[in-house]
């Protein structure tokens, strides 16, 4: 079992900057991909950004250049540098995780959410 806590979140005006991180705990042998998935309001949920375990990093088109994901594998933690922050970036943010068991098998977990409000 993987927890993920997530932090970072809050108000900020459009052309600011946040910082959201998260990090996981429990009883596995190692985290695989770590993404940052968001869910606006009256929009279906989508993935912001993805970082693998040996740091290759994939992004959503209406992010790209703006938006940085990172981790650290030894605290075994992800954050989502946000700079330019637009109003259409608001959305609740999840942190999201593929994990591996002692016994090999894999799963994935999802923090709580952070709400983002970017107000213009």
């Known amino acids: 079992q993987v927890q993920l806590v997530e932090s970072g979140g809050g108000l900020v005006q459009a052309g600011g900057s946040l910082r959201l991180s998260c990090a996981a705990s429990?009883?596995?042998?190692?985290?695989?991909?770590m993404a940052w998935y968001r869910r606006a309001p009256g929009k279906q949920r989508e993935l912001v950004a993805i970082?693998?375990?040996?740091?290759?990093?994939n992004y959503a088109d209406s992010v790209k250049g703006r938006f940085t994901v990172s981790r650290d594998n030894a605290k075994n933690t992800v954050s989502l540098q946000m700079n330019s922050l637009k109003p259409e970036d608001t959305a609740v943010y999840y942190c999201?995780?593929?994990?591996?068991?002692?016994?090999?098998?894999?799963?994935?977990?999802w923090g709580q959410g952070t709400q983002v409000t970017v107000s213009s």
């Open positions: 999201n995780c593929n994990a591996e068991g002692w016994d090999s098998s894999t799963d994935d977990y």
């Open positions: 970082i693998t375990r040996s740091h290759t990093t």
């Open positions: 429990g009883r596995f042998l190692k985290i695989n991909d």
